[in-house]
């Protein structure tokens, strides 16, 4: 089957505790994030365009990349989380850092062949360990079956 490819820019993304940033800037080119002293890890979230149907049948999500960029050498997504609507249905341990801010094996989550009735959501864990983190999110992408 055909893939279609859906994609969402970086100034979508959503942080859990805002509040906890010491800077957030939605940019027309992506969303820069750095967090305060003392807060070395945090949840963000990205709604993704699905499509109720492809070729008149359900479709499936095959995986999703996260392009973006590490601030610092210690900065990381670390765990992801795929959302049928408000229902969970992935938990994926990753280490996605460095520089990806082109499409590469090195930023992509794969998710088999997961049903989506209810919208997509991506959940994204940026962890720095003991630091406070900082990273540029530039895009979110979703192949669909």
Known sequence: MALTALWTHGNAVVPESPQQLEKFIQLGFGTDVTSKQGVPKMWFHVPMPTPPLLNGQRPKLKRVALLGKSGDVSSAIRRVHIFDGSDRVQDKGVLI?????????????????????????????????????????????????
């Open 97 to 145: 850092s460095g520089n990806n801010l082109n499409f590469n094996e090195g930023c992509v989550v794969q998710t088999g062949s997961q049903p989506i009735f209810k919208g997509l959501g991506i959940s994204m864990f940026l962890d720095a360990s003991s630091v406070p983190f900082s990273y540029f999110f530039a895009a979110f992408g979703a192949d669909w079956e």
